[in-house]
């Protein structure tokens, strides 16, 4: 089993930026799909972005590209979220995803290895 701890979150204006890290334990995840997903309040978890193991392909949600950047530092074990002209709609908890099958999904039922998550919260 895969145990993911996130961090970076905080409190930011609109327009700043902030850099998630997911740090892996348990078991090397340099094969593993790596994905984050965000949860507003009141609201579905839900896509964000995700990465090929080989860091060959990455993949985002309407509603980020362009702002957000996914990579993977596999030496570190680590994934990193960078986000970008924030706004206001990007509030919520952010999970990080682990999913060892072949091919990247960008929805959550796929994935079974989960973190805490970690609270990004922006202002206007």
């Known amino acids: 089993q895969v145990q993911l701890a996130e961090s970076g979150g905080g409190l930011v204006q609109a327009g700043g930026s902030l850099r998630l890290s997911c740090v892996a334990s348990?078991?090397?995840?340099?094969?593993?799909?790596m994905a984050w997903f965000r949860e507003a309040p009141g609201e579905e978890r839900e896509f964000a972005a995700a990465?090929?193991?080989?860091?060959?392909?990455?993949y985002y949600a309407d509603s980020v590209k362009g702002r957000f950047t996914i990579s993977r530092d596999k030496d570190k074990n680590t994934v990193y979220l960078q986000m970008n002209s924030l706004k206001p709609e990007d509030t919520a908890v952010y999970y990080c995803?682990?999913?060892?099958?072949?091919?990247?999904?960008?929805?959550?039922?796929?994935?079974?290895?989960w973190g805490q998550g970690t609270q990004v919260t922006v202002s206007s």
């Open positions: 995803a682990a999913d060892s099958s072949q091919y990247v999904h960008l929805t959550r039922s796929e994935y079974d290895s």
């Open positions: 990465i090929h193991w080989s860091a060959a392909t990455t």
């Open positions: 348990g078991r090397p995840v340099g094969n593993y799909n």
